[in-house]
């Protein structure tokens, strides 16, 4: 029933040339992803001379569209729970992770309409999957899946936090709730800046 405020919205700012969102009930980030997908179909539909201006656009043929798009993000979801699973406990346990979510209803009923929920859960496993490599750059766990070798590089840190970072912003500006991954993010940044002084080791002055 709430495809309207992301389909609808999308369509007027295609038709109008104005991108200012109608309103705030949603983050806006969907909204603008889904404006593109108009501007696909529209392209799509004037060269196969269905269309002639924006204000032709049929709202049946743009809601295939748009809902293919929230099912390849569903798609996705999937695809990055893996990842998630198999970097934190190994093969079984990505697999198993994204067979339950592959069928979960909430998550594959969602992914059939253009709402902001499986964005926003796309957006926020992408986020926990930043997240987690970070604190997987960890030189006291070596052996971990998909952890850093010993004497891993500032370098890596600061990228992986930059990119989860990235991955914060993207999922709140996708739905408001999600904006709470702020919380892991930190405590992942705390803990990788502190892994350092953690690991030097202890030199005494007779050492020199």
């Given at each position: 029933?709430?495809?309207?405020?992301?389909a609808?919205?999308?369509?007027?700012m295609?038709?109008t040339?104005?991108y200012t969102?109608?309103s705030?009930?949603?983050?806006t980030?969907y909204?603008?992803m889904?404006?593109?997908?108009?501007?696909?179909?529209?392209?799509?539909g004037?060269?196969?001379?269905l269309y002639?201006?924006?204000a032709?656009?049929?709202?049946v043929?743009?809601?295939?569209w748009?809902?293919a798009?929230?099912?390849?993000l569903?798609?996705?979801?999937?695809a990055?729970t893996?990842l998630?699973g198999?970097m934190l406990?190994?093969?079984?346990a990505g697999?198993?992770?994204?067979?339950?979510?592959a069928v979960m209803p909430?998550?594959?009923?969602?992914?059939?309409?253009?709402t902001?929920?499986t964005?926003?859960?796309?957006?926020?496993?992408?986020?926990?999957?930043?997240i987690?490599?970070?604190?997987r750059v960890?030189p006291?766990?070596?052996s971990l899946?998909g952890?850093?070798?010993?004497?891993a590089p500032?370098?890596?840190?600061?990228?992986?936090?930059?990119?989860?970072?990235?991955?914060?912003?993207l999922?709140?500006?996708?739905k408001w709730?999600a904006?709470s991954?702020?919380?892991?993010l930190l405590?992942a940044?705390?803990?990788a800046?502190?892994r350092p002084?953690r690991?030097?080791?202890?030199?005494s002055?007779s050492?020199w």
């Open positions: 029933p709430d495809e309207w405020a992301v609808e919205d999308a369509l007027r295609l038709r040339g104005d969102p109608f705030y009930t949603y983050p980030f909204t603008y889904q404006t593109g997908v108009a501007a696909v179909h529209f392209i799509w004037a060269g196969t001379g002639r201006t924006p032709d656009i049929d709202p043929q743009f809601y295939v748009a809902r798009l929230t099912a390849t569903g798609v996705g979801a999937v990055l893996f998630a198999r406990y190994g093969n079984a697999l198993m992770a994204a067979a339950l979510i909430a998550a594959t009923g969602d992914s059939h309409y253009v902001t929920d964005p926003a859960m796309f957006m926020t496993v992408l986020a926990f999957l930043a987690a490599r970070l604190s960890a006291e766990y070596p899946p952890a850093e070798p010993p004497g500032l370098w890596s840190t600061l990228v992986w936090a930059f990119l989860a970072g990235c991955g914060v912003g999922a709140t500006a996708t709730n904006g991954l702020i919380i892991a405590v940044i705390v803990f800046i502190q002084t690991n030097v080791p202890n030199v002055r050492t």
